[in-house]
């Protein structure tokens, strides 16, 4: 198990079949456009890869707000369907967190949709705890409104 942030073109593209798991709305040709953008304000992409195959992938920031001083953000966390149960979700949890320590946060935060519970599982045997609910109010809503 390797865990690898991508960096080129194509390392980038080759995320989008497992990151489609969890963002059914993207579309392959906007992709790597979208992280791209998204890099400037500065999201960052880590994967977890075994024998050259992306089994697992995260996105997150590292910001900074007035209530919680500097910390992670999780944007996405996503095993592919065929991967799931071997560990590899935890491993780059793990990771995440050991980054943000490493990065002076103060704490890693995510949001999950209410139902997806082995998810909720996984976040809680890595001791995060229910912190607040997070509303939201939909100007232009997405086609993929109803997930975090």
Known sequence: MEIHHPATDDEINACFAVISE??????????LPQVRRQEIQGYRMVTVREGGVITSVAGYRI?????WGKFLYVDDLVT????????????????IIGHARETGCNNVQLD???TLHPAHRLYH?????????????DIHPTPDATRP
Do not use: M, V, Y
Not at 80 to 95: E, K, T, Y
């Open 80 to 95: 592919a369907g065929s991967q799931r149960g071997r560990g590899n979700a935890g491993a780059l949890l793990s990771w």
């Open 22 to 31: 969890l963002r059914p709305h993207l579309k392959k040709d906007d992709f």
């Open 63 to 67: 910001t900074e707000f007035l209530i």
């Open 125 to 137: 045997s890595k001791g995060f705890h229910l912190a607040c609910h997070h509303f939201k109010h």
């Open 112 to 114: 999950s949709g209410f």
